[in-house]
């Protein structure tokens, strides 16, 4: 996974739920069939070195679903 996909936002607009200004908890759709999740760091869990764990709100979980139609 060498190349940079495409990111396609689902959660986190601008003054809605949990999300005051852009640095909020966000789930992103990638061109390659996979999300990506920005949120608070989350230390309680060691995952192998390049790796990383980030917790969401339920409710960004919940946003992100609805945006794809589920």
Same mark, same amino acid.
């Given at each position: 996974? /060498? %190349? +940079?996909? =495409?990111? /396609?936002?689902? /959660?986190?607009?601008? +003054?809605?739920? +949990?999300?005051?200004? !852009?640095?909020?908890? +966000?789930?992103?759709? /990638?061109?390659? !069939?996979? #999300?990506? *999740? &920005?949120?608070?760091? #989350?230390?309680?869990? &060691?995952?192998?070195?390049? %790796? =990383?764990?980030?917790?969401?709100?339920? =409710? *960004?979980? %919940? %946003?992100?679903?609805?945006?794809?139609?589920?």
């Amino acid at each position: 996974m /060498t %190349e +940079n996909p =495409s990111l /396609t936002r689902l /959660t986190g607009r601008p +003054n809605g739920p +949990n999300c005051d200004d !852009d640095d909020c908890p +966000n789930v992103y759709a /990638t061109d390659r !069939d996979t #999300f990506v *999740v &920005q949120g608070d760091h #989350f230390a309680a869990l &060691q995952v192998p070195g390049g %790796e =990383s764990a980030v917790e969401i709100p339920r =409710s *960004v979980l %919940e %946003e992100a679903v609805r945006a794809l139609g589920w």
